[in-house]
């Protein structure tokens, strides 16, 4: 039966959890890639796709096992089309051996662009991981007002590639964003500890948009705002909308924070914690969850009946 198997009924995980009937074990399952980081370093950005893959499915509780991928280009026979493909693999290569995930199938589709030249590479990662057992699932969202939110992983004054700077600074082309791939390694080793000992309630990744839309995503099923701080000396929008990679956010027992803390391994910085409904961040008030929650479903429709109206 359809849907029988689904563990995220009740709340997302950063990977799609699947049941295995007649057993404690889940199956994690994620596709990811952000065909823009590849546009600008096609080695960088398929060894990205790979590594958020395996950050979505340790955030959930799983182990990353194994890989297929649709790889979609434009031309093998334009050098350029053809050097981006070759990269890509080397990419997906170098990260599939860090994280022990072999490839085990996929299919290539070349030739798609139009008169105005190939589609952006877009390398597409579908991963698959283990949960044995389904007391470890971790979601992504808060779980109540007064848990202390946590940044895992070290930020970087880094806005490049970014939802951000493509879209609000009008800037369509720039490096990839920071990306280092023993350092995203050790984080997941340390995120995955974290749930097999029961020290953390939410787990969600930063990717597209940032540490402020990972923060909202967080609060959006619960309705659960947030009170943070930047604590530091990086400029505001790349702390909150860069989209260096390696990094997690997660929510935990105030009870728990000393025994939390002097589990950690690598870098951390305390955030805040979360709240009924309100956003405030550096004692400023952004509104309410809720608002922000309106804007982020239904933002394609009030998007298309404004360009009805306007006809």
């Not at 509780?61 to 493909?85: K, R």
């Not at 989209?243 to 951390?268: C, H, M, T, W, Y």
Request: proline share 5%; hydrophobic share 35%.
């Amino acid at each position: 039966m359809v849907g029988t198997g689904n563990l995220n009924t009740n709340a997302p995980s950063d990977a799609a959890l699947v049941l295995v009937k007649d057993t404690t074990k889940a199956l994690a399952l994620t596709t990811d890639c952000n065909s823009r980081y590849v546009f600008a370093n096609p080695y960088i950005g398929c060894m990205i796709a790979v590594s958020e893959a395996a950050r979505n499915i340790v955030c959930s509780g799983g182990s990353p096992l194994g890989v297929t991928n649709c790889l979609n280009f434009g031309n093998p026979y334009d050098p350029e089309v053809y050097y981006q493909f070759v990269e890509s693999i080397k990419g997906m290569s170098a990260a599939c051996n860090k994280f022990n995930t072999p490839v085990t199938g996929g299919n290539v589709s070349f030739y798609n662009q139009s008169p105005s030249g190939p589609v952006y590479p877009t390398p597409t990662i579908g991963m698959v991981g283990i949960l044995e057992n389904i007391d470890n699932k971790m979601t992504l969202n808060f779980k109540r007002e007064g848990d202390i939110i946590y940044l895992l992983g070290k930020s970087e004054n880094d806005i490049n590639s970014s939802e951000y700077l493509h879209k609000i600074c009008g800037v369509q082309f720039s490096p990839p964003p920071y990306f280092n791939l023993d350092e995203e390694f050790r984080l997941h080793e340390t995120v995955s500890h974290l749930i097999k000992e029961k020290l953390i309630q939410s787990a969600h990744d930063i990717s597209e948009g940032g540490l402020f839309v990972t923060l909202s995503e967080s609060g959006f099923p619960g309705n659960l705002g947030f009170n943070v701080f930047m604590n530091s000396e990086m400029r505001k929008d790349a702390f909150w909308f860069g989209e260096a990679q390696g990094r997690v956010v997660v929510s935990i027992k105030p009870e728990d924070e000393k025994i939390f803390e002097n589990e950690l391994k690598g870098p951390f910085q305390k955030l805040g914690i979360v709240t009924a409904n309100k956003i405030i961040i550096d004692n400023e008030n952004w509104g309410s969850i809720t608002e922000w929650s309106e804007k982020y479903d239904n933002a394609i429709g009030n998007y298309l009946s404004a360009e009805q109206a306007r006809v």
